[in-house]
Protein backbone atom coordinates (compact mmCIF):
# COMPACT_ATOMS: atom_id res chain seq x y z
CA UNK A 1 0.00 0.00 0.00
CA UNK A 2 1.31 3.56 -0.85
CA UNK A 3 2.08 5.15 2.33
CA UNK A 4 3.11 8.44 0.66
CA UNK A 5 0.29 10.42 2.19
CA UNK A 6 1.02 9.15 5.85
CA UNK A 7 4.34 10.57 5.45
CA UNK A 8 4.43 13.97 3.75
CA UNK A 9 3.39 17.01 6.45
CA UNK A 10 0.29 18.56 6.32
CA UNK A 11 -0.34 21.66 7.98
CA UNK A 12 -4.19 22.02 7.79
CA UNK A 13 -7.67 20.12 7.50
CA UNK A 14 -7.85 20.47 3.63
CA UNK A 15 -4.54 19.57 3.27
CA UNK A 16 -5.04 16.22 5.52
CA UNK A 17 -8.19 15.28 3.52
CA UNK A 18 -6.93 15.66 -0.06
CA UNK A 19 -3.69 13.77 1.11
CA UNK A 20 -5.63 11.41 2.88
CA UNK A 21 -7.55 8.15 0.76
CA UNK A 22 -10.72 8.46 2.06
CA UNK A 23 -12.89 5.62 2.05
CA UNK A 24 -16.99 5.42 2.79
CA UNK A 25 -17.16 1.94 3.99
CA UNK A 26 -21.08 1.78 3.56
CA UNK A 27 -23.71 3.61 0.92
CA UNK A 28 -25.81 2.98 -1.54
CA UNK A 29 -25.08 5.55 -4.56
CA UNK A 30 -27.48 6.90 -7.19
CA UNK A 31 -25.76 5.86 -10.29
CA UNK A 32 -25.94 9.93 -11.73
CA UNK A 33 -23.79 12.45 -12.56
CA UNK A 34 -25.09 14.53 -9.73
CA UNK A 35 -23.44 11.36 -7.22
CA UNK A 36 -20.20 11.95 -9.17
CA UNK A 37 -20.06 15.86 -8.22
CA UNK A 38 -20.93 15.02 -4.47
CA UNK A 39 -17.88 12.45 -4.53
CA UNK A 40 -15.41 14.80 -6.42
CA UNK A 41 -16.43 17.75 -4.10
CA UNK A 42 -16.09 15.56 -0.89
CA UNK A 43 -12.63 14.21 -2.06
CA UNK A 44 -13.67 10.56 -1.39
CA UNK A 45 -12.09 7.87 -2.89
CA UNK A 46 -13.61 4.97 -2.63
CA UNK A 47 -17.57 3.50 -1.86
CA UNK A 48 -18.07 0.48 -0.88
CA UNK A 49 -21.66 0.16 -2.95
CA UNK A 50 -24.13 -1.51 -2.07
CA UNK A 51 -25.27 -3.22 -4.91
CA UNK A 52 -27.89 -5.97 -4.50
CA UNK A 53 -30.98 -5.14 -2.52
CA UNK A 54 -31.63 -7.19 0.60
CA UNK A 55 -33.44 -10.14 -0.35
CA UNK A 56 -33.27 -9.93 -3.99
CA UNK A 57 -33.89 -13.10 -5.84
CA UNK A 58 -30.25 -14.30 -7.88
CA UNK A 59 -31.59 -12.94 -11.59
CA UNK A 60 -32.77 -9.74 -9.77
CA UNK A 61 -29.18 -9.55 -7.93
CA UNK A 62 -27.18 -9.74 -11.21
CA UNK A 63 -29.34 -7.67 -12.87
CA UNK A 64 -28.51 -4.73 -10.28
CA UNK A 65 -24.54 -6.13 -10.66
CA UNK A 66 -25.26 -5.55 -14.20
CA UNK A 67 -26.61 -2.23 -13.89
CA UNK A 68 -23.73 -0.84 -12.04
CA UNK A 69 -21.20 -2.68 -13.96
CA UNK A 70 -22.43 -0.82 -17.09
CA UNK A 71 -22.49 2.54 -15.52
CA UNK A 72 -19.13 2.32 -14.30
CA UNK A 73 -17.87 1.37 -17.84
CA UNK A 74 -20.07 4.45 -19.40
CA UNK A 75 -17.96 7.12 -17.04
CA UNK A 76 -15.23 5.18 -17.11
CA UNK A 77 -13.20 8.77 -17.42
CA UNK A 78 -14.67 9.33 -13.78
CA UNK A 79 -14.91 6.09 -12.46
CA UNK A 80 -13.60 2.62 -11.54
CA UNK A 81 -13.95 -1.16 -10.29
CA UNK A 82 -12.34 -1.84 -7.22
CA UNK A 83 -10.73 -5.22 -7.52
CA UNK A 84 -7.66 -4.70 -5.42
CA UNK A 85 -6.11 -2.47 -3.37
CA UNK A 86 -4.01 -1.48 -6.04
CA UNK A 87 -7.30 -0.11 -7.95
CA UNK A 88 -8.12 2.11 -5.33
CA UNK A 89 -4.54 3.57 -5.23
CA UNK A 90 -5.21 4.41 -8.94
CA UNK A 91 -8.15 5.92 -8.62
CA UNK A 92 -6.44 8.40 -6.27
CA UNK A 93 -3.74 9.21 -8.15
CA UNK A 94 -5.95 9.57 -10.92
CA UNK A 95 -8.47 11.62 -9.36
CA UNK A 96 -11.21 9.23 -9.92
CA UNK A 97 -14.06 7.14 -7.80
CA UNK A 98 -13.13 3.57 -7.16
CA UNK A 99 -16.56 1.67 -6.57
CA UNK A 100 -16.68 -1.50 -4.46
CA UNK A 101 -19.24 -3.74 -5.09
CA UNK A 102 -20.27 -4.81 -1.02
CA UNK A 103 -23.97 -6.35 -0.99
CA UNK A 104 -25.10 -6.59 2.53
CA UNK A 105 -27.23 -9.88 1.75
CA UNK A 106 -26.23 -13.81 0.40
CA UNK A 107 -30.12 -14.80 -0.32
CA UNK A 108 -29.61 -14.28 -3.61
CA UNK A 109 -26.72 -17.13 -3.41
CA UNK A 110 -27.67 -19.47 -0.92
CA UNK A 111 -25.00 -21.80 -0.18
CA UNK A 112 -24.17 -22.33 -3.60
CA UNK A 113 -20.03 -22.10 -3.57
CA UNK A 114 -20.09 -22.06 -7.56
CA UNK A 115 -22.80 -19.17 -7.64
CA UNK A 116 -20.85 -17.60 -5.01
CA UNK A 117 -17.45 -17.51 -7.38
CA UNK A 118 -19.65 -16.22 -9.86
CA UNK A 119 -20.66 -13.31 -7.55
CA UNK A 120 -16.66 -12.52 -7.07
CA UNK A 121 -15.97 -12.79 -11.00
CA UNK A 122 -18.55 -9.78 -11.50
CA UNK A 123 -16.57 -8.10 -9.10
CA UNK A 124 -17.79 -8.56 -5.31
CA UNK A 125 -15.79 -7.92 -2.84
CA UNK A 126 -17.20 -7.22 0.85
CA UNK A 127 -20.25 -9.27 1.65
CA UNK A 128 -22.22 -9.50 4.16
CA UNK A 129 -23.36 -12.81 5.78
CA UNK A 130 -26.92 -11.73 6.96
CA UNK A 131 -29.45 -8.95 6.48
CA UNK A 132 -31.56 -8.58 9.72
CA UNK A 133 -33.17 -12.13 9.48
CA UNK A 134 -32.30 -15.57 9.88
CA UNK A 135 -30.79 -17.46 6.52
CA UNK A 136 -28.95 -20.34 5.31
CA UNK A 137 -25.60 -18.52 6.77
CA UNK A 138 -26.73 -17.39 10.33
CA UNK A 139 -29.05 -15.36 11.93
CA UNK A 140 -29.77 -11.44 11.37
CA UNK A 141 -29.59 -9.20 14.83
CA UNK A 142 -33.60 -8.72 14.09
CA UNK A 143 -33.89 -11.84 15.43
CA UNK A 144 -35.07 -12.84 18.82
CA UNK A 145 -32.95 -16.13 18.92
CA UNK A 146 -29.64 -16.38 17.58
CA UNK A 147 -28.30 -19.73 17.26
CA UNK A 148 -24.94 -18.32 15.43
CA UNK A 149 -23.24 -19.49 12.04
CA UNK A 150 -24.34 -22.56 10.70
CA UNK A 151 -22.44 -25.25 9.56
CA UNK A 152 -22.80 -24.08 6.12
CA UNK A 153 -22.13 -20.61 7.26
CA UNK A 154 -18.97 -21.29 8.16
CA UNK A 155 -17.86 -23.30 4.99
CA UNK A 156 -19.39 -20.41 3.01
CA UNK A 157 -16.74 -18.43 5.35
CA UNK A 158 -13.94 -20.44 4.21
CA UNK A 159 -14.92 -20.09 0.86
CA UNK A 160 -15.05 -16.20 0.96
CA UNK A 161 -11.43 -16.37 2.44
CA UNK A 162 -10.40 -18.28 -0.05
CA UNK A 163 -11.70 -16.38 -3.12
CA UNK A 164 -10.75 -13.23 -1.36
CA UNK A 165 -14.30 -11.56 -0.61
CA UNK A 166 -13.90 -9.18 2.58
CA UNK A 167 -16.92 -10.93 5.13
CA UNK A 168 -18.99 -8.50 7.04
CA UNK A 169 -21.13 -8.65 9.94
CA UNK A 170 -22.86 -5.76 10.50
CA UNK A 171 -26.20 -6.65 10.32
CA UNK A 172 -25.44 -10.10 11.58
CA UNK A 173 -26.60 -11.29 15.17
CA UNK A 174 -24.07 -11.29 17.79
CA UNK A 175 -23.33 -14.59 18.03
CA UNK A 176 -23.57 -15.31 14.37
CA UNK A 177 -20.72 -12.18 14.00
CA UNK A 178 -18.44 -13.87 16.66
CA UNK A 179 -18.67 -17.26 14.89
CA UNK A 180 -17.82 -15.94 11.72
CA UNK A 181 -14.30 -14.13 13.66
CA UNK A 182 -13.62 -17.64 14.95
CA UNK A 183 -14.39 -19.36 11.15
CA UNK A 184 -12.63 -16.94 9.16
CA UNK A 185 -8.79 -17.01 8.48
CA UNK A 186 -8.66 -13.26 6.89
CA UNK A 187 -10.09 -10.19 9.05
CA UNK A 188 -13.98 -9.79 9.36
CA UNK A 189 -15.00 -6.15 9.40
CA UNK A 190 -18.34 -4.42 10.52
CA UNK A 191 -18.60 -2.11 7.49
CA UNK A 192 -21.49 -0.02 9.08
CA UNK A 193 -22.68 0.07 12.75
CA UNK A 194 -21.87 2.39 16.09
CA UNK A 195 -21.12 1.39 19.82
CA UNK A 196 -23.99 0.18 21.93
CA UNK A 197 -23.10 1.43 25.23
CA UNK A 198 -23.33 5.10 24.22
CA UNK A 199 -26.77 4.43 21.99
CA UNK A 200 -27.98 0.80 22.66
CA UNK A 201 -29.90 -0.49 19.42
CA UNK A 202 -30.28 -4.33 18.30
CA UNK A 203 -27.39 -2.91 14.49
CA UNK A 204 -25.10 -1.96 17.85
CA UNK A 205 -21.91 -3.72 18.67
CA UNK A 206 -20.98 -4.43 22.36
CA UNK A 207 -17.45 -3.51 23.90
CA UNK A 208 -17.03 -7.07 24.14
CA UNK A 209 -17.74 -7.53 20.19
CA UNK A 210 -15.45 -4.97 19.62
CA UNK A 211 -12.65 -6.17 21.54
CA UNK A 212 -12.70 -9.65 19.74
CA UNK A 213 -12.83 -7.00 16.57
CA UNK A 214 -10.01 -5.72 17.33
CA UNK A 215 -8.08 -9.16 18.22
CA UNK A 216 -9.08 -10.45 15.16
CA UNK A 217 -7.64 -8.02 12.76
CA UNK A 218 -10.98 -6.20 11.87
CA UNK A 219 -12.51 -2.85 11.67
CA UNK A 220 -15.81 -1.08 12.37
CA UNK A 221 -17.44 1.65 10.00
CA UNK A 222 -19.41 4.25 12.41
CA UNK A 223 -22.42 5.44 10.53
CA UNK A 224 -23.43 9.01 10.73
CA UNK A 225 -27.74 8.17 10.66
CA UNK A 226 -29.29 10.04 13.32
CA UNK A 227 -31.32 6.94 14.51
CA UNK A 228 -28.47 4.90 15.43
CA UNK A 229 -25.93 7.97 16.94
CA UNK A 230 -28.79 8.76 19.06
CA UNK A 231 -28.16 10.01 23.36
CA UNK A 232 -30.46 7.95 25.19
CA UNK A 233 -30.87 10.94 27.53
CA UNK A 234 -32.42 13.11 24.56
CA UNK A 235 -33.40 10.33 21.89
CA UNK A 236 -35.12 13.30 19.96
CA UNK A 237 -31.95 15.46 19.53
CA UNK A 238 -30.17 15.29 16.27
CA UNK A 239 -26.65 14.45 16.63
CA UNK A 240 -24.06 15.78 14.98
CA UNK A 241 -20.26 15.10 13.51
CA UNK A 242 -18.73 15.77 17.40
CA UNK A 243 -21.39 12.61 18.57
CA UNK A 244 -19.91 10.48 15.38
CA UNK A 245 -16.22 10.89 17.11
CA UNK A 246 -17.54 9.96 20.43
CA UNK A 247 -18.46 6.90 19.28
CA UNK A 248 -15.24 6.63 17.06
CA UNK A 249 -13.01 7.27 20.60
CA UNK A 250 -15.32 4.26 22.19
CA UNK A 251 -13.84 1.90 19.87
CA UNK A 252 -10.34 3.64 20.01
CA UNK A 253 -10.67 3.31 23.64
CA UNK A 254 -12.10 -0.64 23.30
CA UNK A 255 -10.21 -1.88 20.63
CA UNK A 256 -7.51 0.44 19.05
CA UNK A 257 -7.25 2.91 16.47
CA UNK A 258 -6.36 0.61 13.96
CA UNK A 259 -10.00 -0.69 14.27
CA UNK A 260 -12.21 2.14 13.28
CA UNK A 261 -13.34 3.75 10.52
CA UNK A 262 -15.77 5.54 8.35
CA UNK A 263 -19.20 4.63 6.55
CA UNK A 264 -22.25 6.78 6.53
CA UNK A 265 -25.00 4.37 5.55
CA UNK A 266 -26.52 6.65 3.32
CA UNK A 267 -28.96 5.83 0.57
CA UNK A 268 -28.43 7.99 -1.92
CA UNK A 269 -31.83 6.75 -3.78
CA UNK A 270 -34.16 6.73 -0.75
CA UNK A 271 -37.40 8.65 -1.41
CA UNK A 272 -40.60 9.32 0.58
CA UNK A 273 -42.00 6.56 -1.32
CA UNK A 274 -39.59 3.97 -0.35
CA UNK A 275 -40.45 4.52 3.01
CA UNK A 276 -43.85 4.31 3.07
CA UNK A 277 -43.25 1.33 1.75
CA UNK A 278 -40.79 0.02 4.64
CA UNK A 279 -43.58 1.61 7.23
CA UNK A 280 -46.44 -0.80 5.65
CA UNK A 281 -44.71 -3.99 5.53
CA UNK A 282 -45.14 -5.60 9.30
CA UNK A 283 -42.46 -8.31 8.51
CA UNK A 284 -39.82 -5.53 8.16
CA UNK A 285 -41.32 -3.31 10.71
CA UNK A 286 -40.82 -6.26 13.34
CA UNK A 287 -36.95 -7.04 12.20
CA UNK A 288 -35.93 -3.68 11.69
CA UNK A 289 -37.47 -1.51 14.48
CA UNK A 290 -37.07 2.28 14.66
CA UNK A 291 -34.57 1.49 11.88
CA UNK A 292 -36.98 2.61 9.01
CA UNK A 293 -36.98 6.39 10.19
CA UNK A 294 -33.58 6.56 10.40
CA UNK A 295 -32.32 7.70 6.75
CA UNK A 296 -32.15 11.06 8.74
CA UNK A 297 -28.91 12.05 8.64
CA UNK A 298 -26.36 13.55 11.51
CA UNK A 299 -25.88 17.35 11.16
CA UNK A 300 -22.81 18.21 9.25
CA UNK A 301 -23.30 15.25 6.90
CA UNK A 302 -25.92 15.63 4.65
CA UNK A 303 -24.00 13.96 2.29
CA UNK A 304 -21.08 12.91 -0.04
CA UNK A 305 -19.85 16.29 -0.55
CA UNK A 306 -19.03 17.19 3.02
CA UNK A 307 -16.72 14.67 3.70
CA UNK A 308 -14.00 17.17 4.87
CA UNK A 309 -16.22 17.85 7.83
CA UNK A 310 -15.18 14.31 9.59
CA UNK A 311 -11.48 15.64 9.05
CA UNK A 312 -12.30 18.98 10.81
CA UNK A 313 -14.20 17.32 13.52
CA UNK A 314 -11.76 14.66 13.80
CA UNK A 315 -8.85 16.76 14.48
CA UNK A 316 -11.14 19.00 16.78
CA UNK A 317 -11.77 15.94 19.00
CA UNK A 318 -8.06 15.35 19.49
CA UNK A 319 -7.06 12.49 17.33
CA UNK A 320 -3.88 13.27 15.40
CA UNK A 321 -3.09 13.51 11.85
CA UNK A 322 -1.45 10.42 11.21
CA UNK A 323 -4.55 8.55 13.08
CA UNK A 324 -7.33 10.67 11.16
CA UNK A 325 -5.66 9.38 7.93
CA UNK A 326 -6.21 5.90 9.18
CA UNK A 327 -9.97 6.88 10.24
CA UNK A 328 -10.76 8.45 6.70
CA UNK A 329 -9.78 5.63 4.70
CA UNK A 330 -5.93 3.68 6.00
CA UNK A 331 -7.83 1.15 8.40
CA UNK A 332 -10.09 0.34 5.41
CA UNK A 333 -7.24 0.00 3.10
CA UNK A 334 -5.18 -2.22 5.32
CA UNK A 335 -8.08 -4.81 5.76
CA UNK A 336 -9.04 -5.03 2.10
CA UNK A 337 -5.23 -5.74 1.67
CA UNK A 338 -5.85 -8.77 3.81
CA UNK A 339 -8.25 -9.82 2.90
CA UNK A 340 -8.47 -9.53 -1.20
CA UNK A 341 -6.25 -11.19 -3.70
CA UNK A 342 -3.74 -9.16 -6.13
CA UNK A 343 -4.44 -8.60 -9.28
CA UNK A 344 -1.93 -11.65 -10.52
CA UNK A 345 -3.38 -14.34 -8.41
Partial sequence: MN???????????????????????????????????????????????????PYADTVTALREVNQCRRWIDEHADAVLLALTVADIERAKAEGKEAVILGPQDTEMIGVDLDLLGTFHDLGIRILQLTYQRQNLLGAGCGEVTDSGLTRKGRTFVRAMNELGILVDVSHCGERTGLDAMDASDKPVVVTHSFCDAMSPHIRAKSDDYLRRLGAQGGVMGITTLSGFLYYPDAPTRRPDLARFVE??????????????????????????????????????????GDFGWNERRAIGMDDASQFPNFTEALLAGGFSPEDVIKILGGNWLRVFGEAWKPADL
Fill in 3 to 53: TAATESPVHSSTELHAAATVVDGSTVIELSDAHLDRIRRGGVTAVNHTVTR
Fill in 247 to 288: HVSRVVEVAGVDHVAIATDYDETWTEAMRAAQLKDKEQQNLL
